[in-house]
């Protein structure tokens, strides 16, 4: 028997998005970072991908269309959450260039974990977190 986890770590998050252009642009926007990666070209991408945070952890932007059949539209499922040194200061950030209020700023316990999540403008969830343990492994 191996042992070696099985779930090794979070390679990337795919987000679908009808216009993956301008699905792309409000990223850069929000994150301060453009894509590192786009394809067919960056006039008319199918897929972009960026590089964020300490680890480089993979966010792509795939086109609708390529989603598995029987894949769930709209927004719903797993929260994606991502690490942010000052989590009001990034969801009104968010909420100043479009998004919208998902699950409001909430303390989860006494141990300094707090979470939030916001809709981007074409309907999928941004879950945002501020974690002790993130930071403890930095």
Excluded: C, K
């Amino acid at each position: 028997m191996s042992t070696t986890p099985a779930l090794r770590g979070l390679a990337q998050i795919n987000i679908p998005a009808d216009d993956v252009a301008a699905t792309r642009d409000w990223y850069a926007r929000a994150t301060g970072v453009e894509p590192y990666f786009q394809q067919p070209d960056s006039e008319a991408p199918a897929y972009v991908e960026f590089r964020l945070g300490d680890r480089l952890n993979e966010l792509g932007i795939i086109a609708r269309r390529y989603l598995p059949t029987g894949h769930a539209g709209g927004s719903g499922g797993v929260i994606a959450r991502w690490h942010v040194d000052d989590l009001e200061g990034m969801v009104a950030h968010l909420l100043d260039i479009g998004a919208t209020e998902h699950e409001p700023i909430t303390p989860r316990g006494d141990e300094g974990f707090v979470t939030a999540s916001v809709l981007d403008p074409f309907g999928n969830i941004l879950g945002l977190i501020h974690s002790p343990h993130y930071l403890e492994q930095r």
